[in-house]
């Protein structure tokens, strides 16, 4: 079975600093693609980022990257330069071959606020 | 503009009254899917669709029923609604289910019911 573990529910950062969103994941599958989401207090869900499997480099997205340890099971999502506006829930998911990648299976999300 | 709508964005309804929540997207995606979201759960995938007339349950389906007529509507059915149905539902769609490919996620819709 599949599983997204995001063990911090809230983190603080000060405007200008970076900071560091963990997620863990569980699949015996060696074929997944990994995604993170952002959630603004308005409610929709933004696509931020996503990490393949096999991909060999991190990724990147302007100032997002994502850290991806395969042997770990982590794909933890790195914002630089936080600025007001990335306050939001963030949320990391998965999807794995075991399920013809018909499923995304989310975790319960990071709460993320940034102070001026 | 390329979107997934949903209608209502706000609705609340008493127990056991049928209610459908509808879904499309302009994009001509071929998957399709909804989502419920609850406080300290995450988003729990409901139902999803491959393609026109092939539908799937997710991890959470019971009290619900979905249809997929047309490549570009995807509506949530809930034949008799109740209290533990109260939630924010997401309907999303992708080109493909691959392995790569995003979910572009609708505004949501809050049901409550009472």
């Known amino acids: 079975a599949q599983k997204i573990t995001q063990t911090q529910p809230g983190m603080f950062v000060q405007e200008k600093e970076a900071v560091t969103l963990d997620c863990t994941y569980d699949?015996?599958?060696?074929?997944?693609?990994l995604f993170w989401y952002k959630q603004p207090s308005s409610g929709e869900m933004i696509f931020l980022i996503y990490?393949?499997?096999?991909?060999?480099q991190n990724a990147t997205e302007g100032r997002y990257s994502l850290n991806f340890q395969k042997a770990r099971k982590s794909a933890n999502l790195v914002i630089s330069a936080s600025q007001l506006g990335d306050s939001a829930m963030y949320f990391c998911?998965?999807?794995?071959?075991?399920?013809?990648?018909?499923?995304?299976?989310f975790g319960t999300g990071t709460r993320l606020l940034v102070s001026p | 503009e390329a979107q997934v709508t949903q209608n209502p964005r706000y609705l609340i309804t008493v127990t056991g009254k049928k209610l459908t929540v509808t879904c499309s997207q302009n994009?001509?995606?071929?998957?399709m899917s909804w989502y419920r979201q609850d406080p300290g759960l995450g988003l729990r995938q409901i139902y999803y669709?491959?393609?026109?007339?092939?539908?799937d349950k997710g991890d959470v389906p019971e009290g619900y029923k979905v249809s997929r007529k047309e490549k570009r509507n995807f509506p949530l059915i809930l034949e008799s609604p109740s209290p533990n149905q109260t939630s924010l539902y997401f309907c999303?769609?992708?080109?493909?289910?691959?392995?790569?490919?995003?979910?572009?996620f609708g505004p949501g819709t809050r049901l409550t019911v009472t």
């Open positions: 999303a769609s992708s080109l493909y289910s691959g392995q790569g490919h995003e979910q572009y």
């Open positions: 699949t015996s599958d060696p074929s997944y693609g």
């Open positions: 990490q393949g499997s096999y991909d060999q």
């Open positions: 998911a998965m999807r794995a071959m075991n399920t013809g990648f018909q499923k995304l299976v």
């Open positions: 994009m001509n995606h071929e998957y």
């Open positions: 669709s491959m393609n026109v007339e092939v539908t």
